[in-house]
């Protein structure tokens, strides 16, 4: 990852098909499904982001000392030849997802990560997968990884509370494996509920395999009920498709096209055809895919709510940036937990272009009267991907952008550079 690439770009047309790999999203959780349902859920379009490739390998046992019945099917076995460490890297949502995952099988694991991942919370998780009966432990700091997790608890309850205004993913956990209890799950969400179309999601994926439930007000009721033979199809990644979007959005003219890309998607990101609007961006779904097309429209939209799509912050208030839009944005509590502070790392790389981002009670306020065009930027990237990604698309109107560790790209996209060659950028290690 220690790479550095620069990004340039002799004119400000841009067109292209690009061909995005499978949501990372929708893969992880298709991946638990496949592993929790014994084998009769098989996923198709196999993400290859990294943290897709990673979780995919550790369910099938590769290189945990683990006992597979059929290895090559993707089943996950169900005994471990304990105690196994289990290594995540940088994989948030890894973390989350076999956090709860490895309390349901029998065995003994360590489940640990970067040490980025061990300054990540998840005792929220930790303290409501106890509640359930199950035997974690600390192995480090109180509320942080890494964890020593003893699978195969006997249920205590199954009535759970959990923080509406947390990562999700701490809830996508526990509803993944909530038709394998034995008593099932009734979670209780507190408050207003952040990110809600990731949860929407992972209902969505659990009934494509048979897994019924209900939701009234604030409850999500999951019986104990088996999966059905099934096939889950993993639709090309939204979010990667929103750097695509800011692409468009800073060049003069812009067609592109993203084939499997449909306007009834699962993943709430798909929410950029509608944020991008504002900004003349218009999205043709045909041909089995969607075009983007650059039109003329002068921005008047000034404030953007981001609870729903904080994958999109960083997109987003760069291209503002970028184009001198004064925007306010909100729903950004989340951000801060992330593969790094994102705030300040925004911040951080904004000020190179004289635009602050000013955190006020609840809001963040995009100043940009004193941007400026520099010759060249160095974006450091803080072992973040969207990092990478959401300032890269600034080669549209600064001459040279220098990108740190360029590679960090593969937890997601690992093809995001070769697919700006394609646009026809000029990425140069």
């Known amino acids: 990852m220690s790479k550095n690439l620069t990004v340039s770009r002799n004119n400000k047309i841009v067109k292209a098909t690009i061909q995005l790999t499978g949501s990372k999203s929708e893969c992880n959780r298709a991946l638990v499904i496949e592993a929790l349902s014994k084998g009769k859920v098989q996923v198709t379009n196999v993400s290859d982001a990294a943290d897709a490739v990673l979780l995919a390998g550790i369910l099938r046992g590769e290189n945990l000392g683990i006992r597979s019945q059929n290895q090559e099917s993707g089943v996950r076995p169900q005994t471990l030849e304990t105690p196994a460490t289990v290594n995540i890297g940088p994989a948030g949502t890894a973390m989350r997802f076999l956090t709860a995952y490895f309390a349901l099988q029998t065995g003994e694991v360590l489940l ?9 919370p998840i005792g929220i998780l930790v303290d409501a997968l106890r509640e359930l009966g199950a035997e974690i432990v600390y192995a480090e700091n109180e509320g942080f990884p890494p964890l020593n997790i003893k699978g195969g608890f006997e249920q205590k309850t199954n009535q759970i509370t959990i923080k509406g205004d947390i990562s999700s993913q701490y809830i996508t956990a526990l509803l993944l ?30 009934k494509q395999a048979g897994v ?25 990644d939204w979010s990667a498709a929103s750097y695509w979007y800011s692409v468009a959005a800073l060049a003069d003219e812009a067609e592109l096209f993203l ?15 509608e944020l991008m609007a504002n900004f003349g961006i218009t999205s043709q779904f045909k041909d089995g895919g969607v075009y983007l097309k650059k039109e003329p429209k002068p921005i ?21 940036a970028a184009l001198g839009h004064e925007a306010t944005f909100t729903g950004l509590e989340t951000l801060k937990i992330k593969e790094t502070d994102r705030i300040a790392a925004l911040q951080n790389e904004l000020a190179k272009m004289g635009v602050k981002l000013i955190e006020k009670p609840l809001v963040y306020k995009l100043d940009c009267s004193e941007k400026f065009i520099p010759e060249k930027i160095t974006i450091a990237t803080y072992e973040d991907h969207r990092m990478a990604m959401a300032f890269a698309p600034l080669a549209l ?5 220098e990108v740190e560790e360029a590679m960090v790209v593969e937890k997601s996209y690992p093809a995001f550079w070769e697919d700006f060659k394609k646009a026809s950028f000029e990425v140069v290690l």
Not at 212 to 236: C, K, L
Not at 259 to 273: A, E, F, H
Request: net charge negative; glycine share 4%; proline share 6%.
């Open 397 to 401: 109107i600064i001459p040279q952008v």
């Open 112 to 120: 640990t990560g970067t040490e980025r991942m061990k300054q990540r």
């Open 300 to 320: 008047q939209r000034k404030i953007f709510d981001l609870k729903s799509c904080p994958d999109l912050a960083q997109t987003l208030i760069v291209v503002c």
């Open 259 to 273: 084939p499997g890309l449909t306007s009834y998607s699962l993943q709430g990101d798909s929410v950029i055809t």
């Open 177 to 206: 494996i909530a038709n394998s209890l034995p008593k099932g799950l009734e979670l209780h969400i507190d408050g207003e509920l952040t990110s809600r179309p990731y949860v929407e999601m992972t209902l969505s994926m659990l």
């Open 212 to 236: 019924q439930h209900q939701w009234n007000d604030n409850v999500i009721s999951i019986a104990n009920q088996d999966f059905v033979e099934t096939s889950i199809w993993v639709e090309p």
